[in-house]
């Protein structure tokens, strides 16, 4: 199926769907293309079936879903995987394991982090699930940045329920919990925050972040530059510059 | 790969990209769900690479690449096919010789239409090529519309070149020239205005649509309908009175 030379990006989402439906979207609007026959071919594999993805004893292991849509993509002929959830890249070595590239959600969003704030305290907002893991954590701090994060309390009661809003069609209730959790890291001394799961930033860009004040690294927006760099080598040269220039602006 | 009772929706998409994108983020949304598993699985073949849809004698044929799709959603267990750009049913009967029931776009939006225009005379807008088929005039006059289409210069000045802005990530720009094409239909003695181009809802949508003041058929959220009713017959039966209130809404 594959032709000679084409580069065919998988996508593996449904988790959730709007985040992957969103992911598509930035891809087309981040790749500089006058026509339709510029843009990138992408297989999106959405199957919100996937159990959530949890580590707690007990929970049912989403992993057999996640190898189901590794195993269709690679039959569908591509040749890379963006996985636009942040906590399912606690199977990331698992889903290497099925033979295809996988773009990594943690090292795209560093990229974006890096012009934004080159160095110093980090906000990371995520999954209880993806904090758990220390998966933005660990990298980010063995790249040399401080990472804060949102404490028990607002987990319980900002963050967590902002993305079940989200994924229950509710996404613009989710931006007060959101801003204000992004609001309490900032007054702790971030100097920007990573919105680490991709519910996350639907969730703030329904309401007028820019008031926030703060730079925010949009992890889908990250995953579907890295995506663009994967399908069309050079392409962003030019254009990345721009886009850190439009991200400090807003910033200010 | 399929197991027993699921029905996975395959989506065609890619003409264009940003319209596949809008399609799986309205399926999403129009949904009723309270959580990512109530959603509705589905794989999207978005490939950019597709001929234009042109009936010129001499343009490039896109059925090899229509067929190529299909074949892979077939493959991928898809239990039936959206195809989220207009033009493409143009070649509605090959699509269908592939053996996947094909949800018809013109139908879909046919049924939003009767909500909002319950008959008299409807607005046409869609690519020069799917105004040439009567794609939507010859269905709409047989179920009792009265049709009227932009005019050649209209079509020429505004809304070819709109398409293009969309296609061509300049989707703000686009408003403009559609808002002049669907106010001088309106003025023509339009009830309503069917957006039958897949990139014309997301033009219309990036300015003041509501201050058009005619209800407005946007065929990427009927297709989106379409495909629930497809994926889960019954569950829209009380969500889309509501649904049809608010576009009355709108219309006021």
């Not at 959600?105 to 110093?120: C, M, Q, T, W």
């Not at 801003?179 to 639907?202: D, Q």
Request: aromatic content about 4%; some cysteine.
């Amino acid at each position: 199926m594959v032709e000679n030379g084409e580069r065919i990006l998988g996508v593996l989402g449904g988790m959730g769907p709007l985040a992957s439906a969103q992911f598509m979207a930035r891809l087309t609007l981040l790749t500089p293309a006058a026509r339709d026959q510029d843009q990138i071919p992408a297989v999106l594999w959405s199957d919100p079936r996937v159990p959530p993805r949890l580590r707690d004893p007990g929970a049912e292991d989403p992993w057999p879903w996640l190898r189901r849509g590794l195993r269709g993509l690679k039959t569908a002929g591509c040749g890379a995987v963006a996985v636009p959830c942040n906590t399912a890249h606690g199977w990331y070595e698992q889903m290497l394991g099925e033979g295809l590239p996988i773009l990594h959600i943690v090292e795209a969003s560093a990229a974006e982090l890096r012009r934004v704030l080159p160095s110093g305290t980090v906000g990371v907002m995520g999954t209880a699930t993806t904090l758990a893991m220390r998966l933005y954590q660990d990298r980010l701090e063995a790249l040399g940045w401080r990472c804060i994060e949102p404490s028990r309390e607002e987990m319980a009661t900002s963050v967590t329920p902002a993305i079940a809003m989200v994924k229950g069609n509710r996404v613009a209730e989710a931006y007060a919990p959101l801003a204000a959790v992004v609001r309490s890291l900032a007054a702790r001394g971030a100097g920007a925050v990573v919105l680490g799961c991709t519910e996350i930033p639907l969730g703030i860009q329904a309401g007028p972040s820019r008031e926030l004040g703060i730079p925010l690294v949009d992890t889908i927006d990250a995953l579907a530059l890295a995506a663009i760099r994967w399908a069309k080598p050079g392409l962003l040269e030019g254009s990345e510059k721009a886009l850190a220039g439009k991200a400090l602006e807003a910033a200010k």
